[in-house]
């Protein structure tokens, strides 16, 4: 391979942004002797044009320190307080793009860990908690060419059901190994993601509630639903959640296979009928798909640079 002198190298810098990722804020609302917990991670990353100069040649004159973002991200949580993932969010969005004038967009996203009540003497605790494990909630804003857009959701929602899945049908080659079943159990890890609609994030939207009922729905139907591949399930959960909330627009998923395996105990003398299981976590399979809202209008911009497995 011949050398060349980078400056003899023609490039050019192309998509960027930067910011301070995982800022863990937690607030205490301390209105009276019953506290509320709110606890997030939350990443700010902005865009513009005239951010080039600062990767081009260290020209840091539009360079709003990360520093400054952590530190107005914590500031905000005090000023306006939290409410939802998104409203914070969209409120941080609106800041850094209006306060500044060159930075033209931007993405910011959270994390938001639940706490509920610890329960003493038969009573919930007025200011003691415990962390809930069922998902961790997911929320992003995304500001690009002009057009803001809010998305929700869901990651870290491990579910699993005994039976009422089945898996046959499939082609088969000599490297084929998986026998057909029409008896499994299903488990996989939920990562969901929603886009709402801009005329409802217009119009105001209960984030909270949103997010509740959506999840509900996608509980549900993973469980009633009698699945003959973990893609079908993909798809009846996306449809369930899109009829139940007009505000949505399209929601993704990445689903991984947590597969579980009959053992073989018959070489020990046992009868096994699918009642012990090796849980195997890797390799797995990774289904990903998204279910659209008919005649909605496509946002890819919404997505870019969104991780849609995590």
Not at 49 to 66: E, M, P, Y
Not at 177 to 200: F, G, N
Request: glycine letters at 8%; a negative charge.
């Amino acid at each position: 391979m011949t050398y060349v002198p980078a400056a003899e190298v023609s490039v050019h810098l192309g998509p960027n942004k930067y910011g301070k990722a995982e800022n863990r804020l937690v607030r205490i609302a301390r209105d009276g002797a019953r506290h509320e917990i709110e606890d997030l991670n939350v990443t700010s990353q902005l865009r513009g044009a005239a951010l080039a100069g600062s990767f081009l040649t260290g020209d840091n004159s539009r360079i709003v320190a990360t520093d400054t973002q952590k530190n107005t991200i914590f500031a905000f949580a005090k000023k306006h307080g939290i409410g939802s993932p998104e409203r914070f969010l969209q409120i941080l969005a609106e800041h850094f793009t209006g306060e500044f004038d060159w930075i033209e967009g931007g993405l910011w996203q959270a994390e938001q860990y639940t706490w509920e009540r610890i329960v003493a003497g038969g009573a919930e605790h007025d200011h003691s908690f415990v962390r809930t494990g069922q998902g961790t909630r997911l929320a992003a804003v995304q500001v690009l060419d002009g057009a803001t857009h809010v998305m929700g959701g869901v990651k870290d929602l491990t579910v699993l059901k005994s039976t009422g899945s089945e898996f046959w049908g499939y082609p088969k080659t000599e490297y084929t190994t998986l026998p057909e079943t029409t008896d499994r159990i299903m488990a996989t890890s939920v990562t969901a993601r929603w886009r709402y609609l801009p005329d409802a994030v217009a119009a105001g939207i209960d984030y909270n509630a949103l997010h509740n009922e959506v999840v509900a729905v996608l509980l549900e139907q993973f469980a009633v639903v009698h699945s003959l591949a973990l893609q079908q399930t993909l798809y009846e959960m996306g449809r369930a959640a899109i009829a139940a909330r007009p505000e949505l627009a399209e929601i993704r998923f990445a689903m991984p296979n947590k597969h579980h395996f009959v053992y073989d105990i018959g070489r020990f003398g046992l009868d096994n009928a699918n009642e012990v299981f090796i849980a195997d976590d890797r390799p797995y399979g990774l289904i990903e798909g998204t279910v659209v809202r008919d005649g909605v209008a496509d946002a890819p911009d919404a997505w870019r640079d969104v991780p849609s497995f995590i």
